[in-house]
């Protein structure tokens, strides 16, 4: 009984798979040639998001009963010719919710008072009080597009800030303590725009040109959700015309990011999909994953 391990993964989750029997094959820098290799041997695999397994792995895969993601999204998955096959796909889904939610308001609370931009000044030797003019976010308004587990989490300590918090989320019908509204009246309201939406067909550049033109004038945009939901070449547009303010990016539609045009912006802000790389959010994450293993080889 064996497991494959194809991304760096919490040394503990290895442990306790390991002290549960499981021979552990740790390979966190394997390349897509060693993996087609190596996979018919193995009925079990783990994931992060750097290895992508595609319908050739799977083909590859004779043995494979179960690919675990060790993390949210599964969109490296081919997960429908995973289904075809009958190889089961399990991820951590609750893991790092709490860790998300903290970066979303962590990224709220540097738009407003331009935190990473001042630092930059001050290191540079400059004492720029009169360049520097916050905002206030309490009394403020948050829309939310996508409001499940880290949607909600966000709009409660929002709500403790003293924000209103509304959410456009097609798939729920009631959201106690937040009001639902359509698109059109979410960019019409929102001070800040958050997503907390999967990267779907649906959610393709839901942002974009038409979009932020009808946001209001200064809105602030945060995305620590899924890359390829924001049109960033509108998102440049909009940031050069005025008419949003900020933007703070944990995501992007190429990762890792290569275009150097959002980052020469000032407005813009960000980190390299860091949303779950917290210390407790990691090992979450590395417990939940090596009890999906054990589940799934030992039953
Ligand atoms: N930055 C990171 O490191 C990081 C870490 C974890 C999760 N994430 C991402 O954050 C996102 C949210 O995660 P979650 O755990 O809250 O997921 P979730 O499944 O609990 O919530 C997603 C919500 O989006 C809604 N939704 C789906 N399609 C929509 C649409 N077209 N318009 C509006 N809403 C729609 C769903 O109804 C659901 O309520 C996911 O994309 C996940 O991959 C990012």
Redesign the pocket.
Known sequence: MKVLICDATDQKALQVIEDAGIEVVNQPDITPEELIKLIPDFPCMVVRSRTKVTKEVIQAGTALKAIVRA???V?NIDVAYAKEKGVQVLNT??A??Q??AE?TIAYLMALARNIPQMTASMKAGQWEKKRFVGDEVGGKTLGL????????AVAEKAQALGMEVIA?????SDLPGIRLVD?EDLFQEADYISL?????T??HN?LDSAAFAKMKSGVRIIN???GGTIDEDALIKAIEDGKVAGAAL??YAQEPLTDPRLFALEGVIGSP?????TAEGKQRVGLETAQQVIKVLKG
């Open positions: 993390g949210v999204g969109d889904p609750g790092s919710t860790s998300v970066l597009i996508g409001s499940g587990r880290i949607g909600r456009y989320d097609p798939y729920l698109l907390h939406i999967p990267h779907t649906e959610t839901i620590c959700a899924r944990d995501v999909h860091v949303g779950a790389g």
